[in-house]
């Protein structure tokens, strides 16, 4: 049982390393700041929260791995917050989209 816990917790981990290495990649490569707020938020979060899903499948529901469940959740309600915040902010201070794309609701003549 001990072996099966280690192996899902290995798991959850390589995961979680998967997105945020995608989420890394996407914040180097991606060209505007819209893009980049997006890829750190969406992966990183789930990366994130994979790992701490891999600390409670290690220590179990009491103490650290309540700690883990805790993260998740501080995680899952602070990150969309951050991430729209910084597109509102971008958008406000006048941050251009790529191309001809515009604010929902907003046409080229205003």
Not at 26 to 41: I, Q
Not at 71 to 99: D, E, K, N, Y
């Amino acid at each position: 049982m001990v072996a099966v816990r280690a192996a899902i917790a290995v798991g959850l981990v390589a995961v979680g390393c998967f997105f945020l290495a995608v989420g890394t990649l996407g914040l180097l490569r991606l060209p505007n700041v819209y893009n980049r707020m997006h890829a750190t938020s969406k992966p990183t979060t789930l990366g994130t929260a994979s790992i701490f899903l891999a600390g409670f499948v290690r220590f179990g529901p009491g103490g650290a791995g309540l700690t883990s469940l805790v993260g998740i959740a501080f995680l899952f309600l602070t990150v969309p917050t951050g991430a729209h915040m910084i597109s509102r902010s971008a958008q406000r201070t006048g941050v251009p989209f790529l191309g001809n794309v515009t604010w929902p609701g907003k046409s080229d003549d205003e």
